[in-house]
């Protein structure tokens, strides 16, 4: 399929070196996801086994085919080594999904930010008419701060019924209001 116009699957910013995923960079991902220190908000979302990650690289891939944006990997410019990955993933047609995830020692460099930006950027440039959000638990305090600095709003809290910490609350922050239609499907 045919990449949609605006679309990058590879980019830089001003530090990083932004690139669709591929299999050929599952060990270095798999050691991002397999460690307990960047899933200290959701531990039970980590990888234990290379073929989750797997998985994860292939969804991506087909994200990649079907919508011409998606997560990539991050690099630090002139660096070979993958330190983590993110971007906006186009959800049920309906709204842009912003994540991100970096090794626990690349923490605090403002990398999230950057990526964030980049991938809120380029939704714009493919499909501005649906919202970007970012759902997340309401401990994270680090990605509420990213997402108020990307000029997204609290549009929501409530339980995260997905998760199976009962006690957990969910935020989704937004670019614009949201019609209930949107928020059914993010809360899905």
Known sequence: MD???GSTACTRTERLDLRRPSTSELLELFKICNDPRVWTHYPSLRHTRQ?????????WSQEWDADGLGTWTVRLINSD??????????????????????AADQHGHGYATELASE???????LRPDLPVVAYL?????????????????????GP???????SAVRLIYADRSLTEKQLTAIMR
């Open 137 to 157: 638990l309401e401990h994270n305090a680090a990605s509420a701060h990213i997402a108020r600095k990307l000029g997204l709003a609290l549009v929501h809290r």
């Open 119 to 125: 991938a809120f950027r380029q939704t714009g440039l």
């Open 51 to 59: 073929a989750q990650t797997l998985a994860m690289i292939e969804r």
């Open 160 to 166: 995260d019924v997905r998760n199976p910490d009962s």
């Open 3 to 5: 990449t949609p116009t």
């Open 81 to 102: 080594a993958v330190i983590g990955y993110g971007g906006c993933s186009l959800r049920q047609d309906t709204f842009w999904n912003l994540g991100y995830r970096f």
